[in-house]
């Protein structure tokens, strides 16, 4: 299995400022992702994180909003940038571990007042 | 692209009966159909998962069967016991692939002694 390191674990702050997600995985992976689950909804994938390339945004994300770092194959950060109470979320990342099953970090709680 | 719809919402059930869950999906280049146990606070687990190429997989008390002719696949809990209450997603492969999971709705289901 894979074994995923998200930080902070939660965090809150002010509209306006950005704040920037690190995940850290203990095996070199492909392909990275990025959900976003809000309160009592399901999870949304934000993008998919590259290694050597630029992110891939699904539609209705935007990397001036969600900017993506993946600078090696076992690390990726996700910035929420300008943030406004709507983005008041729970943040994970996933990776795919050899293809058999894809594993969350244990999340990121985001306040925004 | 893919989408994913989950009925019922929420699934009430004593102790001992069995629970039904059942999701549909667009995209028939899908061939990843895995399901999520998501605990209160904490990270979604996977559960079970199923592939194109098999019809049914049972694992203990919980099995999955997926029917790619009509794009439906269920997750069925026999026996089920307070520690099963949880919100349970399913999810597909996006793009045929096992990496991008478009997640469904999600159940919440609760057991009572």
């Known amino acids: 299995s894979a074994v995923i390191s998200q930080k902070p674990s939660r965090d809150i702050c002010q509209r306006g400022t950005s704040l920037t997600i690190q995940c850290q995985v203990d095996?070199?992976?492909?392909?990275m992702f990025w959900y976003r689950q809000q309160p009592g909804q399901s999870l949304t994938l934000i993008a998919t994180?590259?290694?050597?390339?630029?992110?891939?945004?699904e539609s209705g994300f935007v990397i001036d909003k969600f900017p993506i770092s993946r600078p090696n194959l076992t690390f990726s950060t996700l910035t929420v940038s300008n943030m406004s109470p709507e983005d008041s979320s729970i943040y994970l990342c996933?990776?795919?571990?050899?293809?058999?099953?894809?594993?969350f970090g244990q999340g990121t709680r985001l306040t925004v007042v | 692209g893919e989408n994913v719809e989950q009925h019922p919402s929420t699934l009430s059930v004593q102790e001992g009966d069995s629970a039904v869950i059942k999701c549909t999906y667009s995209?028939?280049?899908?061939?990843?159909f895995p399901w999520y146990k998501q605990e209160l606070g904490k990270r979604p687990q996977l559960i079970i998962d199923?592939?194109?190429?098999?019809g049914e997989k049972k694992d203990q008390r919980i099995a999955v069967t997926l029917n790619k002719t009509a794009k439906h696949f269920s997750l069925h809990i026999t026996e089920t016991q307070p520690e099963d209450s949880a919100v349970y997603f399913c999810?597909?492969?996006?793009?045929?692939?096992?990496?991008?999971?478009?997640f469904g709705t999600g159940t919440r289901l609760q057991v009572f002694p």
């Open positions: 996933s990776v795919d571990y050899l293809g058999t099953e894809a594993f």
């Open positions: 095996s070199q992976v492909t392909m």
């Open positions: 994180a590259n290694q050597g390339s630029e992110a891939t945004y």
């Open positions: 995209d028939s280049a899908s061939n990843y």
């Open positions: 199923i592939r194109s190429n098999v």
């Open positions: 999810a597909a492969s996006g793009e045929g692939n096992t990496d991008k999971l478009i």
